[in-house]
């Protein structure tokens, strides 16, 4: 089996892996330079870098990696320690580098109004695949979204009942309104999304969780919902307000949310009355 192929099959299906590769030999080993393994999420193999205690540990920390998403180097002393001396290996000292192998980025944004045109060029700058979803075809079109993965111009129920985010997914509501809003969160906290984000100001944002929480949807569900919507820059214009939501984009899919300054509901002021945009 092509190691390459099989890389590419993992992130086009929406799963997790991660790649251990010799990077640095000294002495002799039961491998060979640039050997590489691939441990796939449900822990099966592909490929060796020698079998042995080393790559069990090598196993172990595959599985950490591709939780954590962040690459790892661990350095064997095949001469010194006892415990790796099970006649598989012949001595020496061994660099390996472990890379996760990630699932596509997807950014599903509903609304294409300015907001949303300005969101699609920054977020896609930053490595998300984007998709645009609006009612209104004069907005939703490819000649606004020319690079957009999909531009999707249909009824947003119509839209989401074809829709299936995974847990590498984002969600970002931008829609002309607060009833269009308040359709597509209610799709989207039920559904394994990484990021649900959601614009408005703290009013609205009360609003619509109590009118779904009324609907029979339960609290916690909102719990991950960033709303309002960003991190906290200062943020005016829907060019400045499309980089504060990358940028909250970005750390959700770094994992260094924490500390960071949200736009939280005592934090930013009620643009809905002031200087909100359109979106």
């Known amino acids: 089996m092509d190691m390459y192929e099989e890389i590419v099959r993992l992130r086009k299906d929406g799963r997790r892996g991660a790649v251990a590769t010799i990077v640095n030999v000294r002495g002799s080993i039961p491998s060979f330079k640039t050997a590489k393994m691939l441990v796939r999420d449900d822990g099966s193999i592909v490929g060796t870098i020698g079998g042995g205690c080393v790559e069990a540990e090598?196993?172990?920390?595959?599985?950490?990696?591709?939780?954590?998403?962040?690459?790892?180097?661990?350095?064997?002393?095949?001469?010194?320690?006892?415990?790796?001396?099970?006649?598989?290996?012949?001595?020496?000292?061994?660099?390996?580098?472990?890379?996760?192998?990630?699932?596509?980025?997807?950014?599903?944004?509903?609304?294409?109004?300015?907001?949303?045109?300005?969101?699609?060029k920054?977020?896609?700058?930053?490595?998300?695949?984007?998709t645009v979803i609006d009612d209104r075809e004069a907005y939703a079109n490819h000649e606004r979204f020319p690079e957009a993965q999909q531009v999707i111009a249909e009824d947003f129920d119509k839209a989401t009942a074809r829709l299936t985010p995974?847990?590498?997914?984002?969600i970002v509501i931008v829609t002309r309104g607060h009833r269009n809003d308040m359709r597509m969160l209610r799709w989207a906290v039920q559904t394994p999304a990484r990021y649900i984000g959601m614009i408005g100001s703290k009013r609205k944002t009360i609003t619509i969780f109590k009118e779904l929480?009324?609907?029979?949807?339960?609290?916690?569900?909102?719990?991950?919902?960033?709303?309002?919507?960003?991190?906290?820059?200062?943020?005016?214009?829907?060019?400045?307000?499309?980089?504060?939501?990358?940028?909250?984009?970005?750390a959700k899919r770094r994992n260094v949310e924490r500390d960071l300054p949200h736009m939280s509901w005592f934090h930013r002021r009620e643009r809905e009355s002031e200087v909100e945009p359109k979106p």
């Open 58 to 120: 090598v196993w172990q920390a595959a599985r950490e990696v591709m939780e954590s998403e962040k690459p790892r180097t661990m350095t064997f002393d095949l001469n010194q320690d006892p415990k790796y001396d099970t006649g598989l290996v012949c001595g020496g000292t061994l660099e390996i580098f472990v890379e996760p192998v990630l699932p596509p980025a997807d950014l599903y944004i509903f609304g294409a109004g300015h907001v949303a045109s300005s969101l699609y």
């Open 122 to 130: 920054v977020a896609r700058i930053a490595g998300f695949d984007v």
């Open 166 to 170: 995974g847990e590498s997914s984002y």
């Open 213 to 250: 929480q009324q609907e029979g949807l339960p609290a916690h569900l909102f719990d991950r919902v960033h709303a309002p919507i960003g991190l906290d820059i200062g943020a005016i214009t829907p060019e400045e307000i499309a980089v504060a939501i990358t940028a909250e984009l970005i």
